[in-house]
Nanobody, 124 residues
Framework: QVHLVESGGGLVQTGDSLRLSCTAT????????MGWFRQAPGKERESVAA???????SYLDSVTGRFTISRDNFKSTLYLQINSLKPEDTAVYYC??????????????????WGQGTQVTVSS
């Protein structure tokens, strides 16, 4: 069983950048599909980025160009670089792990477990 812990969130201003981290423990995630989700107040959770074992990535259209997902398998850590933050990016951000050898894809049905989340708040 893999345990995921996110960090790096905080209160920032419009236009700032943040790098979120997600550290996995319990087993290797080198060959797993990994992803980032977010849930804003009063809204459903949405899948924003995914990365597979080949480092192929997939992004939600509305974040393409501002969000970058990456992974460091030696550190068992997943990252989400967020640039040019906007107030609408305010949400709890979650990382998630999916099956092994699965191509990058967005959507909750591709993932098996999530971390506890880290809050990102963007002030205008």
């Amino acid at each position: 069983q893999v345990h995921l812990v996110e960090s790096g969130g905080g209160l920032v201003q419009t236009g700032d950048s943040l790098r979120l981290s997600c550290t996995a423990t319990g087993r290797s995630i080198d060959t797993n599909l990994m992803g980032w989700f977010r849930q804003a107040p009063g809204k459903e959770r949405e899948s924003v980025a995914a990365i597979d074992w080949r480092d192929t990535t997939s992004y939600l259209d509305s974040v393409t160009g501002r969000f970058t997902i990456s992974r460091d398998n030696f550190k068992s850590t997943l990252y989400l670089q967020i640039n040019s933050l906007k107030p609408e990016d305010t949400a709890v951000y979650y990382c998630a792990v999916g099956p092994q050898w699965t191509p990058a894809a967005l959507g909750s049905n591709f993932f098996e477990s999530w971390g506890q989340g880290t809050q990102v708040t963007v002030s205008s």
